[in-house]
Every structure is written in C-alpha cells, then in structure tokens.
C-alpha cells in the first residue's frame, strides 16, 4: 500500500528552527508538495520538489531525497503565525496525490 | 479574486437526508476535486475531474456522487446521509500537468446526526 509519514505533532519556541520530516512509500514518484493549513482553514501551498535537494523559499525551505523516500521542510526564524498543521503530500504513478495526516506545529513564546 | 468557492460552509443533516455540496472556479482550472478530512487523518480523495463531462472515483467514493457539466462548476451529492459522512470537506482545483498546485476552497463542515 502506499503510505507518507509525518510525526503528528511538534513544538518549538519562537524564533528558533525547526524540521518536519516526511517520509513515503508510494507506487512511483513524481513530485512532493507541502501544504500549511490552518485550524479551521483550508490548505496553501508552500513548496514543490520533484527532484533531490533543497528548495528555498523565504523562511522556508524543503528538502527532498528520492532515494530514500524522504522529504523535509526546514521553518526558520519561527513567528507564532506559524502555528499550523503542515501537510506532506506526494504525487504518485497514476499522478494521484497520497496526502499524509499533517505535522501540528505549535510555537510557544 | 474569488479562486474556488464551495457552499454551504457548515451544514447539519440528520441520517437519510440528502444534499449538494456546491464548488465553482474562476480560474480555468481544467482539473478539480473533492476531499474529505477527518480529524487526525490525511486528505482523502472521493472523486475527481479532469475536464467538463469526465469524471473519476478517488479512493472514498461510496455514498457520493459528482457531475462537471461545465469547467468552473463541481458539485458533490451526498445521497441518504449517514454519520460516517460526518467531516470536512474541501474542494479543490489546478492545472493539468505535474507540479501544478492544487488550490483549495474554504471547506465545507458537515455533520450527520
């Protein structure tokens, strides 16, 4: 079956850094999305990968290895906006998107 | 800007009942789709299209059902509600092709009592 992994929930204080690991098992790849929601809101895109290595984007950046099935998005600098479930989805053979449960980040002052 | 617009946002249906979850686009999106979310779980696929007139089952289709007459326009049908049917669900858009983002709607909060 195919399956994405995320820890379920994480905190970290504001300011800091913090990484949110992805890993998947999917029925071939072509490409990864990480998506910010927001309780009660819907999901907006952050970022893509489709091939290995880091892609920066502001505060953000994410990561991917193809061959180890393993993504991570890297927040630095962390405001209390950034208080939201981070969601970790790949694209698969078929170009269907396998969504993981999401990350709850919570940021404390 | 409106991007993807579903209605209602909160909508309470007792067991048996049935109704329409409405989703239109502005942006020419040839693909659009419908998800439901349950607390703690990932997005769930229950149907898709990939242009006006075609339609496919995702991985949650039982009880619901689609139509795309037109481009902008996705609405889902839920026949004879049942509770398991209580979630949130989001309509969502994009381009063909891969890397294009997905945009979503609002979401819907549905629950069956």
């Known amino acids: 079956g195919q399956n994405i992994d995320q820890p379920t929930e994480m905190t970290a204080t504001e300011g800091a850094i913090v990484q949110i690991n992805c890993t998947y098992q999917t029925s071939g790849f072509n490409g990864l999305f990480w998506y910010q929601q927001h309780a009660g809101e819907a999901p907006t895109f952050l970022s893509y990968n489709v091939l290995d290595g880091l892609e920066e984007k502001g505060r953000f950046s994410s990561f991917l290895s193809r061959s180890k099935g393993y993504s991570y998005l890297l927040l630095k600098e962390l405001q209390m906006k950034d208080s939201a479930s981070y969601l970790c989805a790949v694209r698969d053979s078929n170009y269907q998107l396998i969504w993981g449960a999401g990350t709850k980040l919570i940021i404390k002052p | 800007n409106a991007g993807v617009t579903q209605t209602p946002k909160f909508r309470i249906l007792k067991i048996g009942q049935s109704m329409t979850l409405q989703c239109t686009q502005d942006?020419?999106?040839?693909?659009m789709y419908w998800y439901r979310q349950d607390p703690g779980m990932g997005l769930k696929l229950i149907y898709y299209s990939v242009g006006a007139g075609i339609t496919d089952k995702g991985e949650v289709p039982n009880g619901y059902n689609v139509s795309r007459s037109t481009t902008e326009d996705f609405p889902l049908r839920l026949e004879l509600a049942a509770p398991s049917q209580t979630s949130v669900y989001f309509c969502a858009s994009s381009y063909s092709g891969e890397g294009n983002t997905i945009y979503f709607g609002e979401g819907s909060w549905l629950t069956v009592v």
């Open positions: 942006m020419n999106h040839n693909y």
